[in-house]
């Protein structure tokens, strides 16, 4: 007799890192509920719209810091990043370079930075935090030195009006199907960068690095690389939050992207995804954003105080981590009992 085929439903349920990405879309339909029931107009269709208009950021900054988590690693230069793409792409618009050129270069400087990080940590081996540090003072030195410390004028004073109100159509304010292009955008890089940590080679070197990186070694990963690529799609996905901060303003903000780097860690460890290393799915990331964004527009709706959202979301953060430490530790006892 052939082997047993086991029940679709456990199947899924046993994907790495799935129960705690579930888990996080429930407490997302619990938390939005909550809301909507205390405050009627959080269930108003341009309050979701606008929901995840605002929730897209937080989905691509932890996108980018889920691939550092799953490593073992952190990017404290994330935010600084985002910033720096902002001011850059804004300054050479308000120049009157075209916003494609603009974004490519503006591309190209966000990528070097993870390019060094990736040297930094997986070459040099220092400290991911220490490493990270360095370069989010440099990035956002580079974000007050472009414009000459000061924000740059509209970009609509450099390339024109109908070319900003292009640009910022495309990256905020416009629609297609009624969504606005801000959640497009991001759900269609989520998408790609899904497809690249659960189906191809490039994500299963990930997450080896993550979970045994002497192991991997001798797997024949090569640290060096895969940390280096981990550390592109963050700086990659700063860029684009960048440009997506510049389109919403209309102009750069030396200090955009601020402690955005924390953003991504909360989503990423509200959604499962391990900071220690090795363990997570990016759907998780999803959800995270979702959580942390619902919890700050019902707070916002009801009328609670700024204090009072950063700490619920400081306890739920800590939680999080709280409890995939005590989950390793129950798996690691199982292990040393079997």
Not at 13 to 34: D, E, K, L, N, T
Not at 86 to 97: F, R, Y
Not at 125 to 134: D, E, N
């Given at each position: 007799m052939g082997a047993k085929k086991q029940n679709p439903l456990r199947r899924f349920?046993?994907?790495?890192?799935?129960?705690?990405?579930?888990?996080?879309?429930?407490?997302?339909?619990?938390?939005?509920?909550?809301f909507g029931l205390r405050e009627r107009s959080v269930f108003s269709m341009a309050n979701i719209m606008n929901l995840l208009r605002?929730?897209?950021?937080?989905?691509?900054?932890?996108?980018?810091?889920?691939?550092?988590?799953?490593?073992?690693?952190?990017?404290?230069?994330?935010?600084?990043?985002?910033?720096?793409?902002?001011?850059?792409?804004?300054?050479?618009?308000?120049?009157?370079?075209?916003?494609?050129?603009?974004?490519?270069?503006?591309?190209?400087?966000?990528?070097?930075?993870?390019m060094i990080n990736g040297f930094l940590v997986g070459k040099c081996?220092?400290?991911?935090?220490?490493?990270?540090?360095?370069t989010m003072f440099c990035a956002r030195g580079v974000a007050y030195i472009v414009n000459n410390n000061r924000n740059t004028d509209a970009i609509a004073s450099g390339i024109g009006k109908p070319a900003a109100k292009a640009f910022e159509n495309f990256f905020y304010y416009g629609k297609t199907f009624e969504i606005f292009n801000t959640f497009w955008v991001a759900v269609v890089i989520f998408a790609v960068f899904f497809f690249i940590l659960s189906k191809t080679r490039s994500g299963r070197h990930i997450?080896?690095?993550?979970?045994?990186?002497?192991?991997?070694?001798?797997?024949?990963?090569?640290?060096?690389?895969?940390?280096?690529?981990?550390?592109?799609?963050?700086?990659?996905?700063?860029?684009?939050?960048?440009?997506?901060?510049c389109a919403q303003s209309g102009m750069g903000n030396m200090e955009a992207g601020l402690t955005y780097e924390m953003y991504g860690v909360a989503a990423g460890v509200i959604g499962g995804i391990s900071p220690l290393g090795g363990t997570g799915l990016l759907l998780g990331a999803f959800a995270g954003a979702a959580v942390w964004q619902t919890l700050e527009n019902g707070l916002n709706m009801i009328g609670a105080q700024v204090g009072?959202?950063?700490?619920?979301?400081?306890?739920?953060?800590?939680?999080?981590?709280?409890?995939?430490?005590?989950?390793?530790?129950?798996?690691?006892?199982?292990?040393?009992?079997?």
């Open positions: 349920w046993g994907i790495r890192g799935m129960p705690s990405a579930m888990i996080a879309f429930v407490a997302w339909i619990v938390i939005f509920a909550v605002s929730m897209s950021k937080y989905l691509l900054i932890g996108i980018g810091q889920s691939y550092i988590l799953i490593t073992g690693n952190i990017d404290l230069s994330i935010g600084s990043t985002v910033g720096m793409s902002a001011m850059i792409s804004a300054t050479l618009m308000t120049k009157t370079v075209s916003p494609i050129l603009a974004a490519l270069i503006t591309l190209a400087c966000c990528l070097s930075i993870g081996q220092l400290p991911p935090f220490i490493a990270t540090l360095g997450y080896a690095i993550g979970s045994n990186v002497e192991a991997a070694k001798l797997s024949g990963v090569s640290v060096f690389t895969t940390t280096t690529k981990a550390y592109m799609v963050s700086a990659f996905c700063s860029f684009v939050v960048g440009l997506i901060l009072l959202q950063r700490i619920l979301i400081g306890v739920i953060v800590v939680f999080s981590v709280l409890l995939d430490v005590v989950v390793r530790r129950g798996a690691l006892s199982k292990r040393r009992a079997a």
